[in-house]
């Protein structure tokens, strides 16, 4: 197991959850859930259970090193990783791969994003303990298929074969987001997968892979190769990030790879992407609320999920479908259905404090 | 002009302004109109134009003393007559009667609610002094009756005829609040007018009215003849104001009195009641919106009423018909024509801060 190692992805936004998630404070950082506690608070425990916290590493945006030191006091400042500007999943893979392997050249890890949520904790546990066996094992390289409950949309599919190796499927290829009907022709046919952007690999399987299927921006990080896990380490990462390509884990090396698994998992995933997405999770009781409020009055209201101050009064009558956010400085009021507009609305608005 | 005075009734507390107007911040001392002031320094400004700051008192709550004192830093303590309890306007209006008649035994005075508004200052002024000067030289009591725009069923009505004194007419009677179709009689007949509760008369006609009229009232407070203006007054009305019956002053004088007389005037006037009628007095533009705030975006908004605070941002789509009230502690959002539910919701709530 001491060759084990985790890597959270915390250096989003989350704009589809303003006005609650900004960019001085974003969504990883917010009990988004009501669970008392921060997502990538509750993605860190998740993992500290089985991995030794000074195996637990994070990457992010500069702007956030401070908040994350906050939220997981447990580590050490070198164990977060500081990305000088936002390149996408790509490059903070193979950045974090570099480190590892100048750490543990026979390091395995799980990357995973700090604002997803599992409902079915010991169920991803094995699934993860499993892959990181595999994956230490193998030059393969591993992600988490979430079992479709439904003909979503809004997620990316893959689609695995019969092959089978220690137990893991073969992959065959990675879809984008489906049209509905689409999305209804995988469900039923039952060997499509939710692609949960959960990766297991080692360091020197994933960094193989870059080295073949994105040799530039494998030669430009590999520059730095004797400075990893060293004091000059940021300063080569501040010179040379700025030039690198901004690119997806998954177009540079997934789409590309022909060693990638998966392992099927019915874990309760959500990847929390909406707040239609959050309050399909999350409303309860007959009239699908979902409130944070200890005090509230609400008379027919149905179907909305309403975030504010917690000690707020609410009093709302007469509201269906909508979401309510109130923060300090901004109150949303916004059909959910219609949802899709917010991030646009975010980006549009002159005074950037708001944002 | 030195005999004349003014007397701000000051003590309610404003229920159906929840959760704007509270308990310990009722509806007078906030900005409801959006003109920087609050009601009552607005009526206050209305009359110290023409009657010196000297001459203006206001009967009030003792919980209400130091935010009457903020408001008019002009007051000099002892001008602020303070209930130990709420008793309707009757006892208000007898008391302020007695300390005026020790202050000055020819005084004349105008009695203004501190939470309405008026447009046409100056036709008001006018109406005011010439009903000043009337009621200096006869023993009469003047309401000020406000020419009806349309068939309002949420005032009540004075009923005047063809008997003239001094350009002022007889009333004939008093009218409680109608149903539809009798405002709407009201209106077409022309000799019905809304009664806005501002009063003119003496100090001597008004006592003479309460000791014939609401003889034990007067019986009461005049056992303190001799204390009134002296520093024993409030020890005096601290001990007896509660034995004495809640009455207003127009079922304790005004329907049993027959020398009342009234100017029909067109001032603008509004008692801005209730949310929906401050909506009506200031709503904008074809979608007739108000909103307080400097930064908003509204999308398919009509026809509602949004307050916040003034650096909050406000982002609202689909809404029609609605209360918007955003209190640092309380958020409203509530349909405006069920706005009457809003008083008995209030008094439901178990938590008192709140209220």
């Known amino acids: 197991m001491e060759n084990n190692y985790v890597c959270i992805m915390a250096g989003g936004i989350g704009s589809r959850f303003w006005p609650a998630s900004r960019e001085q404070k974003p969504k990883q950082f917010l009990d988004i859930i009501g669970s008392g506690k921060s997502l990538i608070r509750m993605t860190f425990e998740r993992f500290a259970s089985y991995i030794p916290a000074s195996n637990i590493f994070v990457v992010t945006n500069k702007m956030y090193k401070q908040q994350v030191l906050e939220h997981l006091p447990e580590l050490d400042e070198s164990q977060v990783l500081v990305e000088p500007a936002r390149k996408n999943t790509g490059p903070a893979v193979a950045y974090f791969s570099m480190r590892l392997q100048a750490i543990n050249p026979n390091g395995v890890y799980v990357m995973a994003p700090a604002d997803h949520f599992i409902e079915k904790e010991e169920v991803f546990n094995t699934n993860i303990k499993k892959a990181l066996d595999f994956a230490s094992k193998e030059n393969v390289l591993l992600t988490l298929g979430i079992t479709p409950t439904r003909p979503d949309t809004g997620y990316g599919y893959i689609h695995y074969g019969d092959a089978n190796n220690n137990g893991f499927n073969k992959v065959q290829s990675f879809r984008e987001k489906p049209d509905l009907e689409t999305a209804q022709k995988y469900l039923d046919d039952g060997s499509y997968l939710w692609n949960a952007g959960i990766f297991v690999w080692s360091a020197k399987s994933i960094l193989y892979s870059f080295e073949v299927n994105a040799p530039e921006?494998?030669?430009?990080?590999?520059?730095?190769?004797?400075?990893y896990n060293t004091s000059e380490e940021?300063?080569?990462?501040?010179?040379?990030?700025?030039?690198i390509e901004s690119i997806s884990v998954d177009y540079a090396i997934l789409e590309k790879a022909n060693n990638i698994f998966t392992l099927p998992s019915d874990i309760g995933w959500s990847d929390i992407g909406t707040w239609a997405s959050l309050h399909a999770l999350?409303?309860?009781?007959?009239?699908?609320?979902q409130i944070n409020s200890e005090d509230a009055?609400?008379?027919e209201v149905e179907n909305c999920l309403i975030r504010v101050p917690k000690d707020k009064l609410v009093v709302i009558?007469?509201?269906e479908?909508?979401?309510?956010i109130d923060e300090e400085d901004v109150l949303l009021i916004y059909p959910k259905s219609q949802e899709q507009e917010i991030k646009a609305l975010?980006?549009?608005?002159n005074k950037k404090e708001f944002t």
């Open 346 to 349: 975010r980006n549009g608005l």
């Open 217 to 227: 921006l494998y030669k430009k990080l590999n520059e730095g190769a004797d400075k």
């Open 297 to 299: 009055v609400l008379d």
């Open 321 to 324: 479908d909508f979401i309510v």
């Open 282 to 289: 999350t409303a309860e009781g007959e009239n699908k609320i």
């Open 234 to 243: 940021q300063e080569f990462i501040d010179k040379n990030y700025n030039e």
């Open 317 to 319: 009558k007469g509201l």
